[in-house]
């Protein structure tokens, strides 16, 4: 018996999230299948992030144990050869035994991505989430500095989720922008100057690392971020939010379609 692990990518749109559910098609249920059809064994997988219904992923992992005498790094073709276009394995390895993909300690990095325009695009409507008023990118970007570090998140996490504690860690939040013809960034000026760039035409992208999220928290924050820049909120406000521990405070769960789970590093 060996242990598999696999990077597997996803457009999410089609999909009700992740993990199994009891009507409707999820990634973890294709992936059962399809790898219990290859390997002939019935196969489970265990996936790092229960991503929500209409989220992508570029770098989810998961892993599963068995028999087969398919060499690790050759199961992803195989897979690949079986599995819908709208799902792919990037890699797939041989790990240890108690290799645990949610229980290893790793960062995650998401991004949330926003197209700023006066009219939507045809091509970006599964995979950001329209915005036809102009965003303060560099009030975003100010706001983003109370959120990084160990704090209290209980303002930004689903009323209803059951967890020990809703303490987490941000190492990383950063709001940029790129045009939307050319794909070039711009420049962002995050000092304290009278220059405000709204990045109107452009796409926004909200990146965040950590070492875990809770149930809808990457949402929320990118929820709470576009009230900022379309200064409902001053990006002071968002201290308050944190401090105040009640989700009622904070800005709408943003669209699930903006949300693309990136990579999941180990340590």
Request: net charge negative.
């Given at each position: 018996?060996?242990?598999?692990?696999?990077?597997?990518?996803?457009?999410?749109?089609?999909?009700?999230?992740?993990?199994?559910?009891?009507?409707?098609?999820?990634?973890?249920?294709?992936?059962?299948?399809?790898?219990?059809?290859?390997?002939?064994?019935?196969?489970?997988?265990?996936?790092?992030?229960?991503?929500?219904?209409?989220?992508?992923?570029?770098?989810?992992?998961?892993?599963?144990?068995?028999?087969?005498?398919?060499?690790?790094?050759?199961?992803?073709?195989?897979?690949?050869?079986?599995?819908?276009?709208?799902?792919?394995?990037?890699?797939s390895c041989e790990v240890d035994k108690d290799f645990h993909p949610r229980h290893c300690v790793s960062f995650k990095t998401y991004e949330y991505r926003i197209l700023n325009s006066k009219f939507p695009l045809p091509t970006n409507r599964l995979y950001a989430n329209f915005i036809y008023r102009p965003l303060d990118?560099?009030?975003?970007?100010?706001?983003?500095?109370?959120?990084?570090?160990?704090?209290?998140?209980?303002?930004?996490?689903?009323?209803?989720?059951?967890?020990?504690?809703?303490?987490?860690?941000?190492?990383?939040?950063?709001?940029?922008?790129?045009?939307?013809?050319?794909?070039?960034?711009?420049?962002?000026?995050?000092?304290?100057?009278?220059?405000?760039?709204?990045?109107?035409?452009?796409?926004?992208?909200?990146?965040?690392?950590?070492?875990?999220?809770?149930?809808?928290?990457?949402?929320?924050?990118?929820?709470?971020?576009?009230?900022?820049?379309?200064?409902?909120?001053?990006?002071?406000?968002?201290?308050?939010?944190?401090?105040?521990?009640?989700?009622?405070?904070?800005?709408?769960?943003?669209?699930?379609?903006?949300?693309?789970?990136?990579?999941?590093?180990?340590?």
């Amino acid at each position: 018996m060996k242990r598999i692990k696999l990077v597997v990518a996803y457009d999410g749109t089609d999909y009700c999230g992740w993990q199994v559910q009891p009507t409707g098609q999820t990634v973890e249920g294709v992936l059962n299948q399809t790898l219990s059809e290859l390997l002939r064994e019935d196969i489970v997988v265990i996936g790092a992030s229960r991503t929500d219904s209409g989220v992508h992923a570029l770098g989810n992992v998961a892993v599963f144990d068995t028999n087969t005498r398919i060499p690790a790094e050759k199961i992803s073709f195989a897979l690949n050869t079986r599995l819908p276009d709208t799902i792919k394995i990037q890699d797939s390895c041989e790990v240890d035994k108690d290799f645990h993909p949610r229980h290893c300690v790793s960062f995650k990095t998401y991004e949330y991505r926003i197209l700023n325009s006066k009219f939507p695009l045809p091509t970006n409507r599964l995979y950001a989430n329209f915005i036809y008023r102009p965003l303060d990118i560099e009030a975003m970007q100010k706001a983003c500095q109370y959120l990084i570090g160990e704090h209290d998140f209980k303002s930004f996490c689903s009323a209803k989720t059951q967890v020990l504690t809703t303490v987490r860690t941000i190492y990383e939040l950063s709001v940029s922008s790129k045009d939307s013809d050319t794909g070039l960034e711009n420049n962002i000026d995050t000092g304290l100057g009278n220059n405000i760039d709204t990045g109107f035409g452009n796409e926004i992208s909200i990146r965040v690392k950590g070492s875990g999220f809770l149930y809808n928290m990457v949402r929320i924050i990118a929820g709470t971020l576009i009230e900022v820049g379309l200064h409902v909120y001053e990006p002071e406000h968002v201290k308050e939010i944190l401090e105040g521990k009640d989700r009622s405070l904070a800005g709408d769960t943003a669209p699930a379609c903006g949300l693309t789970l990136k990579k999941i590093e180990y340590l």
